[in-house]
């Protein structure tokens, strides 16, 4: 079975990597495609893109966002298709909405100590 993509983020200092759900749910949910048209950049599946501080802090904003949405959701899990079969059937997978939260708040830590040492962020989505 096709499993969940990982993203992963890379500091001058550390690393820091989303488990594959949030990874695919963040593609899903058009959050890496709001990012780019705010920030101009490109960021695909597969792909890896080097950004500055300063974007780097724009995208935490956003994560933040997304947070507070995770905390007033009328459900709590995010349950979601990410792949087809070769059949054409949906692969589809699940996240409780507070395991998502928590682990976007550790990507928000991480990408501000980045922010703060000034290192760029490089996304290995």
Not at 17 to 35: D, H, I, K, M, Q
Not at 62 to 86: K, P, Q
């Amino acid at each position: 079975m096709l499993q969940p993509h990982v993203s992963s983020f890379e500091s001058a200092s550390r690393d820091f990597a989303l488990s594959g759900p949030l990874s695919e749910w963040l593609f899903v949910s058009g959050f890496w495609r709001e990012a780019g048209s705010i920030v101009g950049i490109s960021f695909d599946q597969y792909e890896e893109e080097a950004v500055s501080p300063e974007i780097a802090e724009i995208i935490v904003k956003m994560i933040e966002r997304r947070i507070a949405d995770l905390g007033v959701a009328d459900h709590t899990e995010l349950v979601f298709g990410y792949a087809h079969t070769a059949n054409g059937e949906m692969i589809s997978t699940r996240i409780v909405n507070e395991d998502a939260a928590s682990e976007l708040k550790a990507l928000v830590t991480f990408m501000r100590e980045a922010h703060e040492a000034a290192d760029e962020v490089v996304f290995s989505l």
